[in-house]
């Protein structure tokens, strides 16, 4: 079975600092791992996705995140906070072989950005 | 990229009645279509999986007969929910997969339903 974990419900930084949204996943396989970022009353932006290629993958608006199977955590990472970043997002994981084509979502993270 | 295209974006309709809400995939055939029920402040729950042509797959505890797909061609998915009330009102968001996980997983851009 394939689970996902995201430590923090909340995190708050201030605009220009950095961003660390912390994810730990459990899967029986080589997993696939997504982060999606929600804004309010919309649907997922897909940020970026790890599919067994480079551990370190770069995504979109200067989202990064670090497949590290030892850890089995997959944290997202961005160098300097914006303000139009405050949103929601999920760390998911997509198990092909124990989970079919299903992804499993984690419970989410609020990211807040102040001034 | 890949796009999903979902409608409508709110509605309200009264209790008893039905709602159908459409999932198109616009530049890319989607394999296998996905519907989550998202409530406020929660993540997404899987309700069905459906694959081009053949019944949906429903998780656990989501009734079939009241929440209603149909996935009849290769862009198109569609979420009835039938016999509306106010415990349906939620936020109902469509994924489309590809076939070779090009654009992975897109989402719609989700549904507001209301029922009153």
């Known amino acids: 079975a394939q689970s996902v974990t995201q430590l923090d419900s909340h995190v708050s930084v201030s605009e220009g600092t950095p961003v660390l949204l912390r994810c730990n996943y459990s899967?029986?396989?080589?997993?696939?791992l997504f982060w999606y970022v929600q804004h309010p009353n919309k649907g997922l932006q897909l940020l970026l996705k790890?599919?067994?290629?480079?551990?370190l993958v770069k995504g979109i608006n200067g989202f990064e995140a670090e497949f590290k199977k030892s850890e089995t955590s997959f944290h997202l990472t961005k160098p300097s906070a914006h303000m139009s970043d405050a949103a929601e997002y999920f760390c998911?994981?997509?198990?092909?072989?124990?989970?079919?084509?299903?992804?499993?979502f984690g419970t989410g993270t609020q990211l807040k950005v102040e001034l | 990229g890949a796009v999903v295209s979902q409608h409508p974006s709110r509605v309200i309709c009264k209790s008893g009645t039905s709602v159908k809400i459409e999932c198109r995939s616009l530049?890319?055939?989607?394999?296998?279509m996905f519907w989550y029920r998202q409530f406020p402040k929660q993540s997404l729950m899987l309700m069905a999986t459906?694959?081009?042509?053949?019944?949906?797959?429903?998780e656990q505890g989501v009734e079939k007969d009241k929440f209603l797909i149909n996935h009849a061609s290769l862009t198109l998915s569609t979420l009835t929910v039938t016999s509306a009330h106010p415990e349906d009102s939620s936020f109902y968001i469509c994924?489309?997969?590809?076939?070779?996980?090009?654009?992975?997983?897109?989402f719609g851009s989700g549904t507001r339903l209301t029922v009153v």
């Open positions: 994924s489309a997969r590809d076939s070779g996980l090009l654009y992975g997983y897109t």
């Open positions: 899967s029986s396989y080589s997993p696939s």
């Open positions: 790890y599919t067994s290629a480079a551990t």
């Open positions: 998911v994981v997509s198990d092909p072989t124990g989970g079919g084509n299903k992804l499993t």
């Open positions: 530049d890319f055939q989607a394999t296998t």
């Open positions: 459906s694959n081009e042509g053949s019944k949906a797959t429903y």
